[in-house]
């Protein structure tokens, strides 16, 4: 009898217990639900993100330009005012990187947001400068400053920054060409400077005084005399289709071996990434878009790499 009892009870207390677990679904559900609803309230909107240029007092006009790869290169174009050309180069350069980290913070989720910034004045054919997520070209200059998110460059960088010719480098050339001498395949007249990520000056950084030059012994880490030790590090389309297969390989190992030591989970070998990233250099219009972003930009496409 009273074992009985027992599965009498039993259907009550699973009933209990059915009603409970409702309940916590119900709250569960409710919850997500709303999660999900101020999440999307959160999200800004392209009016947004266009209402934001238009009140920045720098800027006078801006346009996103679509790209026509398979690989995202969409372009977000900006035309600064005489205000902000005032400014030191330093002083550029650190309002405009702090620009684009915060912008692509608050509207990177946008469908048709832009990888990178391509920064004009005057009304000049070739943009001033070029940001990327880890890279600030100063285009007329020839100088490609790596660094990683939130880095901020020392003091003796921004004053290297400050000793390049200001005329050039607001001279709206690319690598000191015009845009009807580069589009007649001219070579550039000045010589790619890198600073690393490390702060390390590959390059001359030329001043307005020839006397006042840093000279920097340049050791291209891009094809050294071993293949093994070729890397992408400041490395554009340029330089890449000037790689031998050998090269290419190892600059591609090198730069996954990078991301496998960071704790990255890579899916596919170096070959794979080799062609996507030759597709993407057979458009001359994506030659100056640096060879660590492409193989960003094919990792997020492709989903091959993830942490």
């Known amino acids: 009898m009273k074992a009985r009892g027992n599965m009498k009870g039993y259907p009550l207390a699973l009933f209990s217990i059915l009603l409970?677990?409702?309940?916590?679904?119900?709250?569960?559900?409710?919850?997500k639900s709303n999660k999900e609803q101020e999440s999307h309230e959160n999200t800004p909107t392209v009016k947004e993100r266009d209402a934001s240029l238009k009140a920045n007092e720098y800027i006078i006009d801006?346009?996103?330009?679509?790209?026509?790869?398979?690989?995202?290169t969409d372009t977000l174009t900006i035309t600064m005012n005489d205000k902000f050309s005032q400014k030191e180069i330093s002083e550029q350069y650190l309002y405009l990187v702090d620009f684009y980290e915060k912008f692509t913070e608050k509207y990177g989720d946008l469908n048709d947001f832009f990888t990178s910034i391509d920064v004009y004045f005057n009304n000049k054919d070739i943009p001033t400068y070029t940001i990327y997520k880890r890279s600030f070209d100063i285009v007329a200059a020839n100088v490609a400053i790596d660094r990683e998110v939130s880095q901020r460059p020392s003091k003796n960088i921004l004053m290297l920054l400050d000793r390049l010719d200001k005329g050039q480098v607001m001279s709206g050339t690319d690598d000191g060409l015009t845009l009807a001498e580069k589009d007649s395949g001219a070579e550039p007249k000045i010589k790619q400077t890198i600073i690393t990520t490390s702060e390390e000056v590959k390059g001359t950084i030329n001043s307005p005084n020839p006397t006042d030059n840093t000279e920097v012994t340049y050791t291209n880490r891009h094809s050294g005399t071993n293949d093994?030790?070729?890397?992408?590090?400041?490395?554009?389309?340029?330089?890449?289709t000037k790689l031998t297969d050998n090269q290419k390989f190892h600059a591609v190992s090198n730069a996954l071996y990078s991301l496998d030591q960071n704790g990255y989970?890579?899916?596919?070998?170096?070959?794979?990434?080799i062609d996507a990233i030759n597709a993407f250099y057979t458009d001359s219009s994506t030659m100056n878009v640096p060879v660590n972003e492409v193989l960003t930009q094919i990792a997020i496409t492709s989903n091959t790499i993830s942490k």
């Open 20 to 31: 409970f677990l409702t309940a916590c679904s119900s709250t569960t559900n409710k919850n």
């Open 62 to 72: 801006f346009q996103n330009t679509k790209g026509q790869t398979s690989v995202n």
């Open 228 to 240: 093994t030790e070729t890397y992408i590090d400041g490395m554009n389309g340029n330089g890449w």
């Open 265 to 273: 989970t890579i899916e596919e070998s170096e070959d794979y990434y």
